[in-house]
T-cell receptor
Framework: AQSVTQLGSHVSVSEGALVLLRCNYS??????LFWYVQYPNQGLQLLLK??????LVKGINGFEAEFKKSETSFHLTKPSAHMSDAAEYFC???????????FGTGTSLTVIP | DAGVTQSPTHLIKTRGQQVTLRCSPK?????VSWYQQALGQGPQFIFQ???????QRGNFPDRFSGHQFPNYSSELNVNALLLGDSALYLC???????????????FGPGTRLTVL
């Protein structure tokens, strides 16, 4: 079975500060990992994904995440927060092409001016 | 190139009624998945359709059913609505199972269902 744990349901950072959103997964097989962002009253937008290959993946809007198998983690980072980054962020795991996604409960990011 | 579209945007129903939600996948995609997102929660997988067949199903009762049409669009039907069915219903589309690009799901804006 697969599952995702997102530590910290609410994270606040100052504008220009480092953003770190945590995601740990559980999977009995090699995982496919994703980060999605959701703005108020909207659907989910793909930020980045890891399936195979390089463990450090870069996404849109300056975000990146590193797959660490030994720590079963896939934390999302951004060097400098922008006001427009304020949103809900979801980590998800899948196990193969076409398989269902399992989502975490989300982390709400607030950026303080 | 249009992304995933869903209709309607909002819907209000009363307990016991039935509802149908609609989804058109992103161009080129032939697989559609449906998710329920309760307030303050992450999306929960309902089911997935591929080649007009239900391929996978999550832990949802039979009151939740679906359909996929030859043009790959899909419907989600919920019968005998309960207050707890109030949620944002998200449709996601992807490439086919044998397509290596099929590892990623693209989401629509959702339909907000309120059950009174």
């Amino acid at each position: 079975a697969q599952s995702v744990t997102q530590l910290g349901s609410h994270v606040s950072v100052s504008e220009g500060a480092l953003v770190l959103l945590r995601c740990n997964y559980s999977s009995s097989v090699p995982p496919y990992l994703f980060w999605y962002v959701q703005y108020p009253n909207q659907g989910l937008q793909l930020l980045l994904k890891y399936t195979t290959g390089a463990t450090l993946v870069k996404g849109i809007n300056g975000f990146e995440a590193e797959f660490k198998k030994s720590e079963t983690s896939f934390h999302l980072t951004k060097p400098s927060a922008h006001m427009s980054d304020a949103a809900e962020y979801f980590c998800a795991v899948s196990t193969n092409t076409g398989n269902q996604f399992y989502f975490g409960t989300g982390t709400s990011l607030t950026v303080i001016p | 190139d249009a992304g995933v579209t869903q209709s309607p945007t909002h819907l209000i129903k009363t307990r016991g009624q039935q509802v149908t939600l609609r989804c058109s996948p992103k161009s080129g995609h032939d697989t559609v998945s449906w998710y329920q997102q309760a307030l303050g929660q992450g999306p929960q997988f309902i089911f997935q359709y591929y080649e007009e067949e239900e391929r996978q199903r999550g832990n949802f009762p039979d009151r939740f059913s679906g359909h996929q049409f030859p043009n790959y669009s899909s419907e989600l039907n919920v019968n005998a609505l309960l207050l707890g069915d109030s949620a944002l219903y998200l449709c996601a589309s992807s490439f086919g199972l044998a397509d290596p690009r099929g590892d990623t799901q693209y989401f629509g804006p959702g339909t907000r269902l309120t059950v009174l």
